[in-house]
């Protein structure tokens, strides 16, 4: 009876130490996989924010040249009537 409790208790405690040492395997893959996808998403983040600064660059860019190039229009147009 008491040798049968050792044993059950040994196998218990192997049980356990075991198992903790499978989780923590568990939980180091699962960090590893977490930070992975964050550098991720942080990479693809950047090139999101900077694929939008490009575009809205050059549409100020084109909006900035369509309204010099109304200016010089209009101004031609009124020398014009002056001539």
Known sequence: MKQENREKDAALFIQRVFRGHIGRKAGRRWAMKHAELNAM???????AITAQ???????????SRARVHKYHVNLHAIADRYR
Request: proline share 0%; hydrophobic share 50%.
């Open 41 to 47: 998403f942080a990479l693809f983040t950047v090139a």
């Open 53 to 63: 600064r490009i575009f809205r660059g050059y549409k100020g860019n084109s909006a």
